[in-house]
């Protein structure tokens, strides 16, 4: 049974380039929450999916954006960017988006933006 | 929203020693749970509290959520080197929406 897993495992582009990540879930999973975390720091809510809508925001400017397909697998896009969007991407997935439950991380994408 | 703090941000322990940590918030908890990061690894779940006073433990580590749910705890006794890592405190609100602390970074000198 396959966990989480998240595509690329490192990316660098230039700022002002657009960059997409993809997350599928862990079997079974239907939600999926994407985290930024910056080094040194806790994740960062950015958003979650869950049947294909957008549940909840984070803080996040509108640069970033995702998708969420029919298998459940997501998309995390983000354009124009900023050398502050360098940090570690999480993909979180679980069943059902309820407080109790759990949340089981991918091991993340990279970015470097120069 | 609901926030956690963890403070200090980092601890130095030689190995054996144990290890408490807290997490605290202002406001009262739904929940807590706590997540361990390795070096260059992912947060990985350990726990989750729900229960005023709830103490849970998973061999040599034992949590527990405070009588008034405004603070949790995390203990290890006689750590080791494979205890290394990042430890977050996280709640969730009325969804699956995470909240993060900013993590305690733990190093176990041998």
């Known amino acids: 049974d396959a966990g989480v897993t998240q595509s690329p495992t490192h990316l660098i582009k230039t700022r002002g380039q657009q960059v997409t990540l993809r997350c599928s879930p862990k079997s079974g999973h239907d939600t999926v929450s994407w985290y930024q975390q910056a080094l040194g720091q806790g994740p960062q809510f950015i958003f979650q999916?869950?049947?294909?809508?957008?549940?909840q925001r984070g803080n996040f400017p509108d640069r970033f954006s995702g998708h969420q397909f029919p298998n459940y697998s997501s998309e995390l896009n983000v354009n124009a960017l900023l050398l502050g969007d360098s940090a570690l991407y999480l993909c979180a997935s679980s069943l059902g988006w309820t407080a109790h439950d759990t949340q089981y991380f991918g091991p993340g994408t990279r970015l470097t933006v120069l | 929203g609901q926030q956690v703090m963890q403070i200090p941000q980092y601890q130095h322990v030689q190995e054996g020693e144990d290890f408490t940590t807290y997490c605290n918030s202002s406001?009262?908890?739904?929940?807590i749970q706590w997540y361990k990061q390795r070096p260059g690894g992912h947060p990985v779940f350990l726990i989750q509290?729900?229960?005023?006073?709830e103490v849970k433990k998973q061999k040599r580590l034992t949590f527990q959520f405070g009588e008034a749910k405004k603070n949790s705890s995390l203990h290890i006794t006689a750590t080791q080197t494979t205890d290394v890592g990042t430890y977050f405190c996280a709640v969730t609100g009325a969804n699956s929406k995470l909240t993060f602390g900013k993590g305690i970074t733990l190093s176990v000198r041998p």
């Open positions: 509290l729900v229960k005023s006073g």
């Open positions: 406001t009262t908890l739904s929940n």
């Open positions: 999916y869950y049947e294909e809508e957008e549940r």
